[in-house]
């Protein structure tokens, strides 16, 4: 399982796109890339997951680039509701024991 | 469709009771987790389930034991309470075999004065 590094912080204004990077250098080949979104008092929701290029849903986006070693939350126009803690774990279906969250990204927006 | 449901949702017990906190899903995932999350911090596993049968311990499971009663229930058990595990502590399941991503419970508050 790869050790995923996030910025502790981000401040956006409503309407902006946010971009969260997270890095993960010793992702396997076998690894997927899944973003939480956790909110105080309740459990990490999934938001998104994907394996290399670009993933896209109704409420985010993911690139990856090619060689996988980091990837890209992208949040578009944000609003006071998506101020939340967002996780990044690069995960495969072995190595369940180092299966850690680390501290994720806490995203502020502001009106 | 309740997803993981865990009980109770808030406890306090002294120092040295001890506990079971239940957890249950129903997507029929073979998979199951338990995290528990200090203020300010990310997740940590502290045992999962692989399948049904099997379990195993993650990054911080001294102090904590678990039954895997069947493949919707996963328990965490305390057998003697400090106040070091004061924490929230959250279930989880997943499919993987599928590679799909793990879903979470809304966690049990637990405070051990």
């Known amino acids: 399982l790869a050790k995923t590094t996030q910025p502790i912080s981000m401040d956006s204004y409503e309407g902006q796109e946010v971009n969260i990077t997270c890095s993960h250098n010793n992702i396997a080949t076998n690894d997927y890339i899944t973003w939480y979104q956790q909110f105080p008092s309740q459990g990490p929701r999934f938001i998104i997951q994907g394996y290399k290029t670009k993933v896209t849903n109704e409420v985010a986006s993911l690139f990856i680039p090619a060689d996988r070693k980091s990837s890209t939350l992208s949040l578009p126009r944000v609003s006071l509701s998506d101020t939340a803690v967002y996780y990044c774990?690069?995960?495969?279906?072995?190595?369940?024991?180092?299966?850690?969250f680390g501290t994720g990204t806490r995203l502020l927006v502001s009106p | 469709n309740a997803g993981v449901t865990q009980t109770p949702k808030f406890q306090v017990l002294k120092t040295g009771q001890s506990m079971t906190l239940q957890c249950a899903q129903d997507?029929?995932?073979?998979?199951m987790y338990w995290y528990r999350q200090d203020p300010g911090m990310g997740l940590r596993l502290i045992y999962y389930s692989a399948s049904e049968g099997t379990t195993d311990k993650g990054e911080v499971p001294n102090g904590y034991n678990v039954s895997r009663l069947n493949k919707r229930e996963f328990s965490l058990r305390l057998e003697s309470a400090a106040p070091s595990q004061t924490s929230v502590y959250f279930c989880?399941?997943?499919?993987?075999?599928?590679?799909?991503?793990?879903?979470f419970g809304d966690g049990t508050r637990l405070s051990i004065l």
């Open positions: 774990l690069a995960w495969g279906n072995t190595g369940f024991q180092k299966l850690v």
């Open positions: 989880a399941s997943s499919d993987v075999l599928s590679n799909q991503p793990q879903h």
């Open positions: 997507m029929n995932h073979n998979s």
